[in-house]
């Protein structure tokens, strides 16, 4: 992949023929996004993105209060996560490290006392279901109101709901 991510999946099969030497693989030319000037040579890692398949399933009553404490357990987590990222995010050069420690910020705010805790906990007493999937419902319902927003800018921010539910 160069610098620039430029260039499409390619393949020695496709439109030519060529001969394989024995031991060697054909070359790709992987398309992606650039994250350093360059040229890597390597075995890229490729990972999925978007919200997570989670199962959804039934609770008991007397389920509710021990899946309820494990939402607060994985919020707890996810918190410490991105407060880790934040400090490691401020030792970025230039501005491009505050930019991210301000994101970061809204993420954590996401995960203390807001509509998106309190939202999944409802749905966890409610609808008696794991805590997966009320994150994922959750998360669902709050991005779909951002993307429907009519200001461009906030619209954008159904990803950063999606990104802090995935977390």
Do not use: C, W
């Not at 999925?48 to 899946?67: F, H, K, L, N, R």
């Amino acid at each position: 992949m160069n610098a620039k991510g430029a260039g499409t999946v390619k393949s020695a099969r496709k439109g030519r023929s060529k001969k394989k030497v024995a031991g060697l693989k054909e070359e790709r030319v992987l398309e992606g996004l650039g994250v350093s000037p360059g040229i890597a040579i390597g075995t890229p890692h490729v990972t999925e993105s978007g919200a997570p398949t989670v199962p959804e399933y039934s609770i008991d009553e007397t389920q509710i209060e021990s899946e309820k404490s494990r939402f607060k357990v994985a919020v707890s987590r996810s918190s410490r996560q991105i407060r880790r990222l934040k400090n490691r995010a401020l030792t970025m050069h230039g501005s491009a490290g505050e930019e991210l420690g301000y994101l970061l910020d809204a993420y954590r705010h996401m995960l203390t006392g807001s509509r998106l805790t309190e939202g999944v906990e409802r749905r966890i007493e409610t609808l008696k279901v794991n805590a997966e999937a009320a994150v994922q419902a959750e998360i669902s319902k709050i991005a779909r109101g951002f993307a429907n927003l009519p200001d461009p800018y906030m619209a954008a921010r159904a990803n950063d709901i999606r990104e802090a539910g995935a977390r």
